[in-house]
C-alpha cells in the first residue's frame, strides 16, 4: 500500500483529483448543462484517466511536462460541463489552478518546516498537511466568490489580457516547480515562499481589476439612472397634460350642467364625480416612495384606459432603501403599463400589484395582461421585444439584482397571456 501511495500513479490522481476540486470551488452558480450529473461523471472519469496516461507517457519520453499536461487539460473542463463563454471558462480555470497551486506549495512547506518530504504520503504527517491544503482552499473560495457571485461575461472579457498572461506563468511555474519540490534542497523553504508569492500575485492579478469593473458598472448604472429621469420627466409631463386635459373637460362639463335637469342631471354630475376622483384619492400605503410612484402610475393608467388595483403593506418595505424601492416598483409598473397599452381589448387592460408579508419573508407580485406573450431566456429573465435588443432590458437585470443584493429572488412567468412578476425578499430589521 506504502508503494502505490508513494509511487507516479497516485501522485498524477491526487493532483488530477486536487485540480478538479479547486474547478468545483470556481463553478457555483454556473448555469449548468443538460444531463449534468452524467456530464461531470464522464468528464472526471476521462479527465483523470487521461492525467495518469499521458503523465505516465511525459514521464517516459519528456518529464518535464508530466504534471503540466493535467494543467492544460483542465482549462477544457468548465464549458463541458457549464454553459459559459470563452474567456469566462479560462478566467475560472485559471484562477482555480492558481489557487491549487498555493494550496499545495503552502501545504509542503508546512510539511518541509515539519521536519518530513512532502513528497512521501505518510499517513501521521498527511492529516496535518491535508487540513492546510483544505484550508486554503476554503479561504480561497470565501474571498473568490465574492467577486465571481455577480459576475458577467464582461467581467472575465475584461480581463482577458491577464487571463493569457496567468495561463503562460502557471505554465512556467509547473515546470519550475518540478524540480524544487524536495525538502532536501537546501533552498526548499525559499522556493516554497517564491511559489506562495507567485500564486497570490496571480490572483490578486486576475481579481484585482474588481474595484475598476466596479467603477464600471456603477457609471453604467448612473447613465441609466440619468436616461430613466429624463424618461420619468417625460411621463410626469404627460401626466400633467393629462390632468390639463381633465380639468379643462370638468369646466365643460359643469357648464352643460346648468340645461340640465332631473336624471340627466344626476348622471352628469356622478359623471364629474367619478371623473374628479382620481385627483382626490389618497394613497397611503404606509411607505412614501412607494406612494409617489403609486401616486404617478394611476394618472398615467388613467390616461391609458388602464385599469390600476393595488394591495401594498408598505410598512414591510421599512428596510429597504428610497432609491430601491423607486427604482423596484418604478421599472415594475412601467413595464407593466407598456405591456398593457398594446393589448387591444379594453376589459384586459389592468394592472394587480399586490405587497405583503408572509413570516419573515416580503412578497411582491405585479401581475398584467400581454399582447404578446414574451420569450424566457437562459437567464430566467424576459426576452426585450425592442429592435435595438443591446440597449433594452436593464429593467429586468436591475430589478433583479435589487431583489438579490437584499438576499432575495425575482421570477417571471406567462400563462395564457397573463405576465406574472414575482419577488421573495427576507426582511430585515
Not at 16 to 22: D, H, P, R, Y
Not at 105 to 121: H, K, N, R
Not at 384 to 402: E, L, Q, V, Y
Amino acid at each position: 500500500m506504502a508503494d502505490f501511495l508513494n509511487g507516479d500513479i497516485f501522485g498524477y490522481l491526487l493532483h488530477a483529483a486536487e485540480v478538479l476540486i479547486a474547478l468545483a470551488l470556481f463553478t457555483v452558480g454556473l448555469k449548468r448543462r443538460r444531463l449534468f450529473p452524467l456530464r461531470v461523471v464522464v468528464v472526471c472519469l476521462l479527465y483523470l484517466a487521461l492525467a495518469v496516461g499521458l503523465g505516465l507517457l511525459f514521464e517516459r519520453y519528456f518529464p518535464v511536462i508530466r504534471y503540466l499536461c493535467a494543467f492544460l487539460l483542465s482549462l477544457t473542463l468548465i464549458p463541458l460541463c457549464y454553459r459559459v463563454e470563452l474567456w469566462d471558462g479560462l478566467f475560472r480555470a485559471s484562477a482555480a489552478a492558481a489557487t491549487q497551486n498555493l494550496s499545495y506549495s503552502a501545504a509542503a512547506l508546512v510539511a518541509g518546516l515539519g521536519g518530513w518530504d512532502p513528497l512521501l504520503v505518510q499517513l501521521p504527517y498527511a492529516i496535518p498537511q491535508a487540513a492546510v491544503y483544505l484550508a486554503l482552499q476554503a479561504v480561497m473560495f470565501f474571498f473568490c466568490f465574492r467577486e465571481l457571485k455577480h459576475a458577467d461575461a464582461d467581467f472575465a472579457r475584461e480581463r482577458y489580457p491577464l487571463v493569457i498572461v496567468s495561463v503562460i506563468l502557471s505554465i512556467v511555474i509547473y515546470v519550475i516547480q518540478l524540480d524544487r519540490r524536495s525538502a532536501e534542497s537546501a533552498d526548499f523553504v525559499a522556493w516554497q515562499v517564491m511559489f506562495v508569492s507567485f500564486d497570490i500575485l496571480l490572483l490578486c492579478m486576475l481579481f484585482g481589476l474588481s474595484e475598476r469593473g466596479r467603477l464600471r458598472r456603477e457609471n453604467a448604472i448612473l447613465d441609466q439612472l440619468r436616461a430613466g429621469e429624463e424618461r420619468q420627466y417625460e411621463l410626469d409631463r404627460s401626466a400633467m397634460e393629462m390632468i390639463n386635459i381633465k380639468c379643462h373637460d370638468l369646466k365643460h362639463r359643469l357648464l352643460a350642467l346648468r340645461d340640465m335637469h332631473g336624471e340627466e342631471q344626476a348622471r352628469a354630475l356622478q359623471d364629474v364625480e367619478n371623473a374628479a376622483n382620481i385627483y382626490d384619492a389618497v394613497v397611503q400605503t404606509g411607505c412614501k416612495p412607494l406612494d409617489l410612484i403609486i401616486k404617478n402610475k394611476v394618472l398615467l393608467c388613467e390616461k391609458y384606459g388602464i385599469r390600476f388595483f393595488y394591495m401594498a403593506d408598505g410598512e414591510k418595505l421599512s428596510f429597504m432603501s428610497a432609491v430601491d424601492i423607486y427604482s423596484l416598483f418604478g421599472n415594475a409598473l412601467d413595464n407593466a403599463i407598456a405591456a398593457s397599452q398594446q393589448v387591444e381589448d379594453e376589459s384586459r387592460r389592468l394592472i394587480n400589484l399586490a405587497v405583503a408579508a408572509r413570516g419573515r419573508l416580503l412578497t411582491i407580485h405585479v401581475e398584467n395582461y400581454t399582447a404578446q406573450e414574451p420569450a424566457i431566456g437562459a437567464d430566467g429573465l424576459p426576452r426585450t421585444t425592442k429592435a435595438d435588443a443591446a440597449n433594452h432590458g436593464f429593467g429586468m437585470i436591475s430589478m433583479r439584482r435589487t431583489a438579490e443584493s437584499y438576499g432575495g429572488v425575482m421570477s417571471v412567468s406567462c400563462k395564457n397571456h397573463i405576465f406574472s412578476l414575482d419577488m421573495t425578499i427576507p426582511i430585515k430589521k
